[in-house]
């Protein structure tokens, strides 16, 4: 197909974005086979241009009105945000792999298995046939999978992580599989537009295999997630995984699965809705709660963000929940809820993972009591950590706490406060291992002589020029949308959702 023919077939527009990054990791891929090791560098460099390239094919796109391509990919409210929300959270982990991918002398196939990955999660964004949302599903998870058994430096905690990850992560694509062919049975149609318009008679003529279908679909879907208790893979994949990887896994996995799970939910099951979205609510609870005290428990730094993962995955989990009750009309102030906190949530763990890669790879630190005088050592460094930890935690002046303000208010609106009332309380217990680790940092080492003091008096922690600049923006992003938020609020407000 040539490009003007492209471009008469409205396939620019929704598939745009997704055939640059495409193209750039055959690219990528390509030049990996001829280009000396000394190279990765410039190969992730290329890596991101393609990233950012495709961002700006996004933003020339989105001033054109909503298309719908081969019944398949649509450029809708939807789309274009989860897409740039991607785009962003790709271009910082391939800015934090420029020195995760020197300091962890990782394989050269990891910069277009990152591309990769990105075009499974674009296409799960932007699709709406069952047949192409699986097949992007699957594009992010193997590529992950692969990913994450990458670190030779802990090769056993790696592979581990890495096949303990692959068995959860193929059970659950089977599991959301078998769901999907349910409801392909029940009405022979792959098109989302299609089953949403066949919701009502689906969930009134065959209301028993809908609710099994819902059921095998939120499992699928929730391994995918690490909600609880489909999570026991997540410590290890996050402990085993190079810091670039799991920061990837921890974000970009975690928005492109909330987008196609609140479009397949929504638009399948809002005949149902009232029925069958409380299920997702005591879903939400039971992953915060359990998120949360699984994080107090733990002293390994990785494991202990790897639960903190998890609970946020409960708290983002709440808006989806809502549209049980929520009218049609406060349905776009769920969307934006979600979107909005995703945004946050990406800004706050990838820049906490940029901190916790100079710590492991400078200091050796993994472990909670490791960063004992890190704010003496390096105060900036330090600060940068805490903002990240408060933000997660949910505190004022940071958009986590803007984040989950917004949450909270619309459960009270939508009449479901005991859900509410969860969240609050469980970002409270929260506040016990976020400032655990915040007090540690203050605290003054133990006295030693010899060469274990003049260890402990080593400068501060270098920051190399890729990794300052994830962690600059991590960090303008987590206190401008906290103090001021309208400047993503009042955008989200504007969009065509649906």
């Not at 891929?29 to 241009?49: C, D, H, Q, W, Y």
């Not at 990850?165 to 059970?171: A, E, P, Q, R, T």
């Amino acid at each position: 197909m040539s490009l003007a023919t492209l471009l008469q077939a409205h396939l620019w527009t929704t598939m745009g974005p997704l055939f640059v990054v495409g193209m750039t990791a055959i690219v990528v891929m390509v030049l990996e086979l001829f280009l000396p090791a000394a190279s990765r560098k410039f190969i992730v460099l290329l890596a991101a241009l393609g990233v950012v390239v495709a961002g700006v094919v996004l933003v020339h796109t989105m001033s054109v009105p909503p298309e719908l391509s081969l019944d398949t990919m649509v450029s809708d409210g939807l789309a274009t945000v989860s897409s740039m929300l991607l785009l962003a959270t790709g271009l910082l982990v391939l800015l934090l792999h420029l020195d995760v991918n020197e300091s962890e002398e990782m394989p050269r196939e990891s910069s277009f298995l990152l591309l990769f990955a990105l075009v499974g999660a674009l296409a799960m964004v932007t699709a709406v046939n069952l047949v192409a949302l699986y097949i992007g599903l699957e594009l992010l998870s193997v590529s992950s999978y692969v990913l994450v058994a990458l670190r030779k430096r802990h090769r056993q905690a790696s592979v581990e992580g890495s096949m303990k990850y692959l068995v959860m992560g193929g059970i659950g694509s089977a599991v959301f599989l078998y769901g999907v062919s349910f409801i392909y049975g029940l009405t022979g149609q792959t098109s989302l537009y299609a089953l949403a318009q066949a919701s009502l008679s689906l969930w009134q003529h065959d209301a028993a295999i809908a609710v099994i279908a819902f059921l095998l679909i939120v499992v699928g879907l929730g391994i995918k997630l690490s909600l609880v208790p489909f999570h026991m893979w997540t410590p290890d994949a996050y402990e085993g995984a190079p810091s670039s990887v799991a920061a990837l896994i921890s974000t970009l996995s975690k928005t492109a699965t909330f987008a196609l799970a609140l479009r397949v939910l929504v638009y399948i099951f809002n005949g149902g809705a009232h029925d069958l979205f409380p299920y997702i609510a005591v879903l939400a609870a039971i992953t915060m709660l359990a998120g949360n005290w699984l994080a107090l428990t733990q002293h390994n730094l990785r494991r202990l963000l790897a639960f903190s993962s998890v609970a946020q995955a409960g708290y983002l989990l709440i808006p989806i929940a809502l549209f049980g009750t929520a009218s049609v009309r406060e349905w776009p102030d769920l969307y934006d809820n979600l979107l909005f906190y995703l945004a946050v949530y990406t800004f706050l763990t990838i820049g906490a993972f940029a901190v916790l890669h100079l710590l492991e790879h400078h200091r050796d630190v993994t472990m909670a009591d490791g960063l004992t005088g890190f704010a003496k050592k390096s105060p900036w460094l330090a600060a940068s950590f805490i903002v990240f930890l408060l933000g997660l935690a949910g505190m004022p002046l940071t958009g986590g706490f803007v984040g989950k303000f917004y949450i909270f208010t619309s459960t009270v609106q939508t009449g479901v406060l005991w859900l509410g009332i969860v969240l609050f309380a469980t970002s409270v217990l929260s506040f016990f291992y976020y400032f655990g680790l915040i007090r540690t940092m203050f605290q003054s080492p133990l006295p030693t002589y010899g060469d274990a003091a003049q260890g402990q008096a080593e400068g501060r922690t270098p920051v190399p020029v890729a990794t300052g600049i994830v962690i600059a923006l991590c960090l303008f992003g987590t206190v401008a949308l906290g103090v001021v938020p309208g400047i993503l609020l009042h955008p989200l407000a504007l969009v065509q959702w649906f």
